[in-house]
């Protein structure tokens, strides 16, 4: 009975082996060695899974509370009836940077600073909008102008990532699947996609200084330079605190990702 059971567990799992084609074929040809990889990629899989749940509910969290907040904060006006673009404007000015164009851009959370063509762009809202959070956007994108005059460490590591990240990023994922299915035959393959998912891991804990520095330098020059007040200010705070919430749930799942794949090429 027990042996009967014990036969048609080791049946059914065989059938599940040869059903993944790649696992099937090489179960034929390495033995008792794939189905040690399965068993591994289901253990790691199975708690990577739980994190990356946690990761995207924390990342949905976010993102709900971000585009709450904005929409909040776009109703509330500022005191001077200052744009967004009026806003950018100034404050370059005010940080002594004459060759930084502010532009509008199609779409909604389109707003970015481009170091290449120096401009900040801002979508159609924050560009004509004259509330808090058009001005809290604003003032972010002209902090990484800021950061871009004066040589600030971080964003340049950043921007010599980024012609490495875009490249790793378009074949990182095939480059792990096949490593983790030739894990047996080429185990150096997974260890390559290992070291190119390191770079995007590193491009989005690079993000965080750039990021929290940007809205440190936007905040801190709303309030000198009068644009928010004690009513307005912590409303602004609270925008960039949300926006800034994104890229660490982002870097955490990056990370959490990177730990899984050395796990299983270490495990093997
Ligand atoms: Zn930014």
Redesign the pocket.
């Known amino acids: 009975m027990l042996k009967n059971l014990l036969d048609t567990s080791a049946d059914i799992s065989s059938k599940l082996m040869s059903r993944l084609a790649f696992c099937g074929e090489a179960a034929s040809v390495y033995g008792e060695r794939p189905r040690i990889v399965l068993d591994l990629l289901i253990k790691q899989g199975m708690s990577i899974w739980l994190i990356m749940i946690i990761v995207m509910a924390l990342s949905f969290f976010v993102q709900h509370m971000l585009q709450s907040r904005f929409h909040k904060y776009s109703q509330v006006r500022l005191g001077n009836g200052m744009s967004g673009a009026d806003v950018a404007r100034k404050m370059l000015q005010d940080n002594g940077i004459y060759d930084v164009k502010v532009v509008s851009v199609q779409g909604t959370l389109t707003?970015?600073?481009n170091p290449a063509t120096k401009t900040v762009n801002l979508s159609g809202s924050v560009y004509s909008g004259c509330s808090v959070a058009a001005a809290a956007v604003a003032a972010?994108?002209c902090?990484?102008a800021v950061q871009h005059a004066v040589g600030y460490a971080p964003l340049r590591m950043r921007s010599a990532l980024v012609p490495v990240v875009s490249f790793a990023s378009n074949i990182v994922q095939w480059i792990l699947l096949l490593g983790v299915l030739m894990i047996n035959v080429f185990p150096g393959l997974l260890w390559f996609g290992i070291a190119l998912f390191a770079m995007t891991t590193l491009f989005s804990i690079i993000t965080l200084p750039?990021?929290i520095n940007?809205?440190m330098r936007a905040v801190n020059w709303l309030n000198s330079a009068g644009i928010t007040d004690y009513r307005t200010s912590p409303l602004a705070v609270d925008a960039l605190k949300w926006?800034a919430y994104t890229y660490v749930i982002a870097a955490i799942g990056s990370i959490a990702t990177l730990l899984y794949y050395i796990g299983l090429a270490r495990r093997d």
Do not use: I
């Open positions: 707003d970015h600073y972010h994108e902090g990484h750039v990021e940007a809205s926006a």
